[in-house]
Nanobody
């Protein structure tokens, strides 16, 4: 299973970015799709998760929206009203089954840099 993330970049405070992460490979079903982030000198933290519903870290509630396109096996993160403290490398994360009766496997994307600065 491979994850290809895109959409990061440099944006001014108050701006918006949309991250995408497409999953490919031997996938029977995708149970969980999520975004994490890691700022310099800090631990990786969960930003948003989507299964049948979605959940968010308190720090991004009301500003970020996670969504998924099951046909495209893609998860998105729409980030609005960005703040300098949102600067981090953003990683997508999935939990999949490779067959109907397989165990669950988790995979990480390669990370995409988001920098919020004037």
């Amino acid at each position: 299973v491979q994850l290809q993330a895109s959409g990061g970049g440099l944006v001014q405070p108050g701006g918006s970015l949309r991250l995408s992460c497409a999953a490919s490979g031997n996938i029977f079903s995708i149970n969980v799709m999520a975004w994490y982030r890691q700022a310099p000198g800090k631990q990786r933290e969960l930003v948003a998760t989507i299964t049948s519903g979605s959940s968010y870290a308190d720090s991004v509630k009301g500003r970020f929206t996670i969504s998924r396109d099951n046909d495209k096996r893609t998860v998105y993160l729409q980030m609005n009203s960005l703040k300098p403290e949102d600067t981090a490398v953003y990683y997508c994360y999935v939990v999949v089954r490779t067959a109907s009766n397989s165990p669950l496997y988790n995979y990480w994307g390669q990370g995409t840099q988001v920098t919020v600065s004037s």
